[in-house]
């Protein structure tokens, strides 16, 4: 089946530097990523979806500067968080679909900015 | 805003028995509607999937769509603690490729 790669799966930052999340897919080409955060016991948030050489698509109330999104290739899309503040602290957590595959969550980055 | 509700629960069942899951949508022409189970501290893993009005079934799992009620359900039959999980559905409209999550709804399974 299809295999979505996650890294890293836990970061810890300080305030005000920047974490790079990376999303692969390993088995099949991912032609949209989507990026998803998570509080503790609520959903997921879309923060975002992204197609292969294109700019990002983000929701209302995401900052598109704070939360750089590049899907650079059919395999992998990377999202960093700049100047991290602790409440940017969250699960991360990406999907691709591609073909006949679906949806396919990446195994989730937990964020902690201290 | 297209919304999607689950009783956050949490839902107690008793070992062997059927847990009930439900939700509801709030888009009409909502197409395409998934059951994702989800570990603590763990992403969602796709349980099933359902396109149309009727039951969908595999294995011990049951999804059951109504569009016209705009309710969509998750019947696990013979229930096992390692069913204890954040059960989220999820729902995709018109010809826009993402996903609506519901709050999820927590199911405990007591021996």
């Known amino acids: 089946g299809a295999v979505v790669s996650q890294h890293p799966s836990r970061v810890i930052c300080k305030s005000g530097t920047s974490v790079k999340i990376e999303c692969r897919s390993l088995d099949f080409q991912a032609t949209t990523m989507f990026w998803y955060r998570q509080f503790p016991k609520k959903s997921l948030m879309l923060m975002a979806t992204?197609?292969?050489?294109?700019?990002?698509?983000?929701e209302q109330g995401v900052e598109k500067d704070k939360f750089l999104i590049n899907h650079a290739s059919l395999t992998l899309s990377t999202l960093t968080v700049t100047s991290a503040h602790p409440e940017d602290s969250s699960f991360y957590i990406c999907?691709?679909?591609?073909?006949?595959?679906?949806?396919?969550f990446g195994s989730g980055t937990r964020l902690t900015v201290v | 805003q297209k919304e999607v509700e689950q009783n956050s629960g949490p839902l107690s069942v008793p070992e062997g028995a059927i847990a009930s899951l439900n939700c509801t949508y709030s888009d009409r022409v909502s197409q395409s509607f998934f059951w994702y189970r989800q570990y603590s501290g763990k992403s969602p893993e796709l349980i099933m999937s359902i396109y149309s009005n009727g039951d969908k079934e595999d294995g011990r799992f049951t999804a059951q769509l109504n569009k016209a009620s705009q309710y969509v359900s998750l019947l696990i039959r013979d229930s096992q603690p390692s069913d204890s999980a954040t059960y989220l559905c999820a729902v995709m409209s018109g010809t826009a490729s993402k996903l609506t999550f519901g709050t999820g709804t927590r199911l405990q399974v007591t021996l």
């Open positions: 999907s691709a679909t591609g073909g006949a595959y679906g949806y396919t």
């Open positions: 992204s197609n292969e050489g294109s700019k990002a698509t983000y």
